[in-house]
């Protein structure tokens, strides 16, 4: 497996602007700020599948050399290229 950048499990508590990010002190949501929580989250799951898709892509360029030297099998690179953007 090709590990790359994680997509948090929980809501994102910091903002872009070192904020909240949705949360107060208190636990009631700041109004305007869960848009910015759901930007966020979005731009996060869009750079990860850029990234998968970039170390895919570059997984299919390797010869059998540099798969041999980074402990794959072909096939194992092929299964790997060919998974969805979205799976991990």
């Known amino acids: 497996m090709i590990t790359g950048l994680m997509v948090p499990?929980?809501?994102?508590?910091?903002?872009?602007?070192?904020?909240?990010?949705?949360?107060?002190?208190?636990g009631a949501a700041v109004p305007g700020s869960s848009l910015l929580t759901i930007l966020h989250c979005w731009r996060t799951a869009f750079k990860l599948a850029c990234e998968r898709h970039r170390q895919r892509k570059q997984l299919m360029e390797m010869d059998d050399r540099?798969?041999?030297?980074?402990?794959?099998?072909?096939?194992?690179?092929?299964?790997?290229?060919?998974?969805?953007i979205w799976k991990d």
């Open 9 to 26: 499990s929980q809501p994102v508590r910091g903002g872009p602007r070192g904020g909240g990010g949705g949360y107060s002190g208190g």
């Open 66 to 84: 540099q798969l041999k030297d980074i402990g794959i099998t072909p096939e194992e690179a092929e299964q790997e290229a060919r998974k969805p």
